[in-house]
T-cell receptor
Framework: NAGVMQNPRHLVRRRGQEARLRCSPV?????VYWYRQLPEEGLKFMVY????????ESGMPKERFSAEFPKEGPSILRIQQVVRGDSAAYFC???????????FGPGTRLTVT | GENVEQHPSTLSVQEGDSAVIKCTYS??????FPWYKQELGKRPQLIID?????GEKKDQRIAVTLNKTAKHFSLHITETQPEDSAVYFC??????????????FGTGTRLLVSP
């Protein structure tokens, strides 16, 4: 019974490159959430997606960041032209319904050099 | 507004003692309050949650209490063990105009249980 899977676990990018983070939710979960965690800080909501739809992206920067959750395949968080300030742990969570408990993946630790 | 305050930021206890972590929230419409435990370099794990139609919930050594009037909720860990050492995050739900239940997290409490 696999939980939320994320890959890669660690990602190093130079400034200006693109970062692609993948999240496979728990089997049967159609609700996916992305969070960012800076060192020594809490989790900040970025975006909420259901299959093929972005429901709420109020926590995601308007520029350089995008997210998708296609009909087939994992959810993708994409960061274009990364900057040092994007260095953080990015966690994905999934839930079976809109207002139920969220289960987190192991995170992707992005380092921008 | 969307704000969850969590105290203390660090908490050191001796093995066997109790630990209490407190959170306050600002949105009176919040109705779901989960607690997550995060060990170093690991994923946040849901350990207990409470909904606003109850005042207290217990699961073995862990309990959560909720005071909706005061907008406070607390995590209580009894008979602490070294493996309880981790960062604990509280969260409160904010229902957005899209119907989406957004979780707003506290800043975390680093709990250290000494043997």
């Amino acid at each position: 019974n696999a939980g939320v899977m994320q890959n890669p676990r660690h990602l190093v990018r130079r400034r200006g490159q693109e970062a692609r983070l993948r999240c496979s939710p728990v089997k049967g979960h159609s609700h996916v959430y992305w969070y960012r965690q800076l060192p020594e800080e809490g989790l900040k909501f970025m975006v909420y997606l259901q299959k093929e739809n972005i429901i709420d992206e109020s926590g995601m920067p308007k520029e350089r960041f995008s997210a998708e959750f296609p009909k087939e395949g994992p959810s993708i968080l994409r960061i274009q032209q990364v900057v040092r300030g994007d260095s953080a742990a990015y966690f994905c969570a999934s839930s079976p319904r809109a207002r139920s408990e969220q289960y987190f993946g192991p995170g992707t630790r992005l380092t921008v050099t | 507004g969307e704000n969850v305050e969590q105290h203390p930021s660090t908490l050191s206890v001796q093995e066997g003692d109790s630990a209490v972590i407190k959170c306050t929230y600002s949105d009176s419409a919040s109705n779901y309050f989960p607690w997550y435990k995060q060990e170093l370099g690991k994923r946040p794990q849901l350990i207990i949650d409470i909904r606003s139609n109850v005042g207290e919930k217990k699961d073995q050594r862990i309990a959560v209490t909720l005071n909706k009037t005061a907008k406070h909720f607390s995590l209580h860990i009894t008979e602490t063990q070294p493996e309880d050492s981790a960062v604990y995050f509280c969260a409160a739900s904010i229902v957005r105009n899209t119907g989406f239940q957004k979780l707003v997290f506290g800043t975390g409490t680093r709990l250290l249980v000494s043997p």
